[in-house]
């Protein structure tokens, strides 16, 4: 395989709010293009990428799953990735390894608000996208307001370019506005007819193709030339500026159908092989690696599997190719690894291959001591690339293996879980001896504690859960003093700071600087001081929470000839900002959510009762065809058990999802 083939290789994940159909988006793929020969469903439990018992039973995506698939001579590397804000963390650690993106939004609902989420995050991780607008045969279903709530709610460019033909259950295809062609299914049909656009539709299409070709005319200089010239765009000029556009972000493309019915789907994987890039498109990844199989080995590790077959290593292929058998260095650890068996990963499936090259995503077998966020390179040529983020837990709860002698297999399938999956964290409370599991959320940890039961046959006892505070500076000190003095018998340790503490500006989680003049105290030492401080801020004094908020000056310090060192003044820096925190006024933070609750209309009054006794704020309401959507912020520590009780008060049909808002202080 030469540099030119990875140009025919597309790497994209299907992003999307819960429910909104990104699991069968991913299954139509799999079964047009060959890769299944049966249509997978969510409802019946017979999806390739929800493949394990408990997205079965839950009905949705827990975890991130990668199928290949072939179409139009091309390689597509996918990744389904999960709907619920409590596995952000799995779309983070996808994003950071794709090219491209599908982004799915629903018809009726538009923009929902872990469709917002999943789009800042591929924002952050500049990823390329074009937009599918799914389930336009559902009642109230309407592509311009779902067009309309991209362009607000995202702040981006959409440029639709197709329109629907018929509405509701009524919907049998799309108009193509680029190549001005109709795509038609019948009922049952895993194919389309193309045929000229219907004499209804001829008019409204030709409008649509105006504004569509003015549009990409503003943004595109190669296409304007050609619109001022011709007063019109070609189809190649059409396409190819839609290309660029979509690789630098400028503008979305955005297609229709419904993928449940089957329609809309081909156009879509054509539009994924037009629009989105191959690795050769995107720009190096840090650490400027090209996307060439003929240069040294780099591959990011973003995911790691345990099955019963041994544990397995999801990686991304950045340049050079690796072969079975091969030795590779884990630059996080500094250990070489050797490659056993490389997989071609169709969900809970492989096949084993013997290469894999620049632009690849495979699962390796081998690596024993590979963490999500290693780098595996050619041990000649080592290179450190850029980690996935991940983000911090904000719900706790104890667990306890409910027989003694499961207390050690217990530890190690907490750990096996969090290398798993690193946003679950496991810690021993101090205080009381327990195991503490801390996770994203309360779906999070139910998932992590059903794994055990069911992967590990552990029966375990899990405590209430408990939210994740946070302490800040409402008031602080200035000229605190700190003498830190050490003498026993050898070299001694001596260090002398003065510092001002004062709540930090702009949010920030933590500020230093230093304002010592005269040399004082030398700058390696400030780094020091700086080193302490950041210790400090682990515990606070009103519970031993984390601190945040926090800016700290040193204003003034001393130091001694011999006794002097970067650990003194560490110690004096940790030490002086203990004090200096105890001496301020501090106040407890709590984690608050963004709740959007979908109910009957009937049910709201209800509702609003109801997330009012949990200090509830609302922020928006609004009404549409009987249901009624409230927004409100609400604290996390409020929210558990709300999933049964909103069922309860409106007889099931009252849907709620949350995304993280930060922290308020507590009342």
Not at 122 to 143: M, Q, S, W, Y
Not at 181 to 188: E, F, I, K, L, T
Not at 339 to 367: F, H, K, N, S
Request: charged share 25%; glycine share 10%; with cysteine.
């Amino acid at each position: 395989m030469r540099t030119h083939l990875v140009d025919r290789v597309r790497n994209l994940g299907i992003l999307a709010h819960v429910d909104a159909g990104k699991t069968t988006v991913t299954e139509r793929f799999l079964y047009l293009t060959g890769a299944t020969h049966k249509r997978g469903e969510v409802h019946d439990g017979t999806t390739v990428t929800d493949f394990d018992p408990q997205e079965r039973d839950r009905g949705i995506t827990i975890f991130a799953a990668a199928v290949s698939c072939d179409w139009a001579g091309h390689r597509i590397n996918l990744i389904d990735t999960p709907g619920h804000v409590d596995f952000s963390d799995e779309v983070e650690r996808s994003l950071r390894v794709l090219d491209g993106a599908v982004a799915v939004f629903d018809a009726v609902a538009g923009v929902e608000p872990q469709s917002e989420t999943v789009w800042r995050q591929a924002d952050r991780h500049g990823v390329p996208r074009i937009a599918f607008v799914n389930k336009l045969d559902r009642a109230g279903a309407e592509l311009d307001s779902a067009v309309e709530s991209i362009r607000t709610r995202l702040g981006t460019v959409p440029l639709p370019v197709q329109l629907p033909i018929g509405r509701e259950d009524g919907f049998t295809g799309v108009v193509d506005l680029v190549r001005m062609r109709a795509y038609v299914w019948a009922d049952g049909a895993d194919t389309y007819a193309d045929e000229p656009v219907p004499d209804a539709l001829l008019d409204e299409a030709r409008h649509r193709r105006r504004r569509l070709e003015e549009a990409v005319a503003e943004l595109h200089p190669g296409a304007l030339e050609e619109f001022c010239a011709d007063t019109e765009l070609s189809e190649g000029t059409l396409t190819g500026a839609l290309r660029d556009l979509t690789l630098t972000g400028e503008a979305v493309v955005v297609l229709c159908g419904s993928a449940y019915r089957n329609r809309g789907v081909e156009p879509l994987l054509d539009a994924v092989v037009a629009y989105l890039p191959a690795p050769s498109d995107m720009p190096p990844v840090r650490g400027e690696v090209p996307a060439d199989p003929e240069a040294p080995f780099t591959a990011l590790a973003f995911k790691v599997s345990a099955t019963a077959t041994g544990r397995m290593t999801y990686v991304r292929v950045y340049a050079g190719t690796i072969g079975k058998g091969d030795t590779v260095l884990d630059t996080v650890s500094g250990r070489t690894e050797r490659i056993a068996r490389i997989l071609r990963v169709q969900a809970d499936r492989a096949t084993e291959v013997d290469v894999a090259r620049a632009g690849d995503i495979v699962a390796v077998v081998g690596p024993k001591g590979a963490r999500a966020g290693a780098t595996l390179c050619a041990p000649g040529a080592p290179i450190v690339l850029e980690p996935p983020t991940t983000a911090d837990p904000v719900v706790s709860v104890a667990v306890e293996a409910r027989r003694s002698t499961d207390t050690g297999r217990l530890a190690t399938a907490l750990a096996r879980l969090s290398e798993e999956d690193p946003s679950l964290v496991v810690r021993s409370d101090p205080e009381t001896g327990q195991t503490v599991l801390s996770g994203l959320g309360e779906l999070h940890l139910e998932v992590a504690v059903e794994k055990l039961r069911r992967d590990r046959g552990l029966e375990v006892t899990v405590g209430r859960p408990q939210v994740a505070y946070r302490e800040t500076v409402a008031k602080g000190v200035t000229g605190l003093l700190y003498r830190h003095v050490k003498q026993d018998g050898g070299a001694g340790q001596f260090a002398h700071v003065v510092i001002d503490v004062e709540p930090s500006a702009d949010g920030e989680e933590f500020a230093f600087s230093s304002t010592v003049t005269g040399g004082r105290v030398p700058q390696e030492y400030v780094r020091a001081v700086e080193a302490g401080c950041r210790d400090a801020l682990v515990e606070g004094p009103l519970g031993g929470h984390p601190v945040t908020g926090v800016r700290v000056t040193l204003t003034d310090g001393a130091t001694h000839a011999k006794d002097s060192s970067e650990m003194a003044f560490r110690t004096a820096g940790r030490f002086a900002l203990r004090e200096a925190l105890r001496a301020s006024v501090m106040t407890l933070l709590e984690p608050v959510t963004d709740v959007t609750v979908t109910v009957p209309a009937e049910s709201v009054g209800s509702v609003l009762g109801d997330l009012a006794a949990r200090r509830g704020r609302v922020t928006d309401q609004t009404t549409r065809s009987g249901t009624a959507v409230v927004e409100a912020t609400v604290p996390l520590a409020e929210l558990f058990g709300y999933a049964s009780r909103l069922r309860g008060r409106t007889q099931g049909r009252g849907t709620f999802t949350t995304r993280p808002a930060g922290y308020v202080p507590a009342p």
